[in-house]
């Protein structure tokens, strides 16, 4: 037995270990944030973050909501607020994946494209030593005595590689063992390359819509117009850079709105059409030209679409207060709660006298009565068009400069005149009637119905950028789904008996379900090709 001396061991804990340092440390993020793995965590992440902005009223698309849901939880609320999960697409945590996910696409895209250009230049690899060992190997024979030598057998061979659209390169010819590599699949890569640029596409215009597009809802009423200002929207959502200068200045005026109801008894009442039959001007310059919105078929001017989203009926109310002096006159719009156009009402007189007058109930377009004696609406059509109100009377809380909703009102400060639990009972309105208020406070009529639509108004600059490059996203999927990465080399050199044997190879980049089907094709063309040109070479022999 021998024993060898070996130098003391160092203890591992005192084994010094390379260092980072801060520049090393630097770039390993950077490695792990432009990986594609880190790219798809992050899309993933942005989907997931995407998610609350589904589940909770967004302040931007409508803050009435959301102030009355943080009024409505007010533990809750606050601490949602903070977390701005109301702002869910202008949140700090979504806009830091968002930029995270933009630079990762950008570090992933930049070394592939640069890696792939220099593989477009490059050669084909050199021919292996041993095809055999190659997932797809075969084999074949040419009889002695035939003209086909092993340079004419690679020959040939590299011309059938082309015209299945290899890239061919022919090695050692002249010597024993001429061979000829081939690759093709190059588009695979260029695929994958334009999907992920395209996703940075998509991701600039939605950013360049968010910046510098715009968003708005306005109601008009049969009658009305509205001239393209910001002051002139009911609500306005204008983009992180938004210019006024590009509001472009069309007007238009709702002449008339006509809804086809369904009268088949299985689906009655439901709607056919919606038809607003406008007149618009691109500019004050422009002379009016009649249009027709509809559902999913929006007016356009110059890059801004106006939506048609909503519709209902706007009662025209004429409110006199104790003095007999007009308060209120004109349309006043119900919101539809179902689809037969119940609506709910809200009428505010702030300029009443002694005492200000508010009203709330509901509007129903054909009223009947249950056995109860309690009115519900049976059509959507003005059949028997219905005014149930309340009344109050008191401070509207309209002149304290806080912004208040037009569809709402606080009675929690109000007294209250009339309603169904009270001796005066509620207010009932047929159309053209008129009921006087208790304790000589005014009076309200009912005068007449129009209908008002309501229209969305989008100016976004990225929709076309957002489009082209969706397209070509999908595009570079569908070319890197479809289009695989395969390398063949063959081989060909003289038997001791004079036969020209030629062997070839075959492998793939990446998983190949059809390099089997492949090789089967690549051996199939060198035989028929050359026993066509051995019969045409006996043909020719006398």
């Known amino acids: 037995m021998t024993t060898t001396n070996l130098p003391p061991q160092k203890p591992r804990e005192d084994v010094d270990l390379p260092r980072l340092g801060p520049a090393g440390m630097l770039r390993w993020a950077w490695r792990q944030l432009t990986s594609m793995k880190t790219a798809l965590q992050l899309l993933l992440l942005l989907a997931v973050a995407a998610v609350p902005g589904s589940l909770f009223p967004q302040r931007p698309a409508n803050p009435a909501v959301v102030a009355q849901y943080i009024q409505d939880n007010p533990e809750t609320g606050p601490w949602l607020d903070r977390f701005q999960l109301f702002d869910v697409y202008s949140s700090v945590w979504f806009s830091a994946i968002y930029l995270l996910l933009f630079i990762s696409l950008i570090g992933c895209v930049i070394p592939r494209a640069v890696q792939h250009w220099k593989a477009l230049r490059s050669q084909p690899p050199r021919t292996p030593r041993r095809l055999s060992r190659l997932p797809e190997y075969g084999t074949m024979t040419v009889a002695a005595g035939t003209a086909l030598t092993p340079d004419r057998a690679i020959e040939d061979a590299a011309r059938i590689l082309r015209q299945r659209g290899y890239r061919v390169q022919l090695r050692d010819t002249g010597t024993d063992l001429p061979s000829v590599a081939a690759e093709r699949g190059y588009l695979k890569e260029a695929g994958n390359l334009v999907f992920h640029t395209a996703m940075i596409g998509v991701l600039v215009s939605i950013a360049v819509g968010g910046m510098f597009g715009y968003r708005g809802q306005k109601l008009i009423i049969e009658g009305e117009g509205f001239t393209n200002s910001e002051p002139g929207y009911d609500s306005f959502f204008p983009g992180t850079s938004f210019n006024p200068g590009a509001l472009v200045p069309f007007s238009l005026t709702l002449n008339n709105f006509d ?284």
């Open 259 to 542: 809804v086809t109801f369904d009268r088949n008894p299985a689906s009655y009442g439901n709607p056919i059409d919606f038809t607003a039959d406008m007149t618009v001007q691109d500019s004050p310059s422009d002379a009016p030209r009649q249009e027709t919105l509809r559902v999913n078929e929006p007016i356009g001017f110059g890059g801004t679409n106006v939506y048609l989203i909503g519709n209902g009926y706007a009662p025209e109310i004429t409110v006199r207060d104790g003095e007999g002096n007009i308060a209120l006159q004109g349309p006043v719009p119900a919101l539809p709660t179902d689809a037969t156009y119940n609506s709910t009402i809200v009428i505010k007189a702030p300029d009443a006298r002694p005492d200000q007058l508010g009203f709330v109930g509901f509007f129903l377009p054909t009223a009947m009565m249950d056995e109860n004696g309690v009115a519900f609406g049976s059509d959507p059509d003005p059949y028997n068009p219905q005014l149930n109100l309340n009344s109050y009377t008191g401070d509207l809380g309209l002149d304290d400069g806080n912004p208040v909703s037009v569809y709402q009102l606080d009675t929690t400060e109000l007294t209250q005149l009339n309603g169904r639990d009270l001796p005066d009972g509620g207010i009932v309105l047929g159309a053209y009637q008129t009921y006087e208020l208790p304790d000589g406070k005014g009076s309200i009529t009912f005068d007449g119905l129009k209908r008002y639509v309501a229209l969305d108004i989008v100016y976004d600059p990225g929709k076309a950028g957002a489009l082209v490059f969706t397209t070509l996203a999908l595009l570079g999927l569908i070319i890197t789904l479809t289009t695989a990465r395969r390398r063949v080399w063959i081989r060909a050199g003289r038997h001791e008996d004079g036969r020209t044997m030629v062997e070839y190879g075959l492998l793939a980049r990446g998983e190949d379900h059809s390099l089997a089907k492949e090789a089967i094709r690549i051996g199939s063309a060198l035989t028929t090709h050359w026993n066509k040109a051995d019969d045409q070479n006996r043909q020719a022999t006398p």
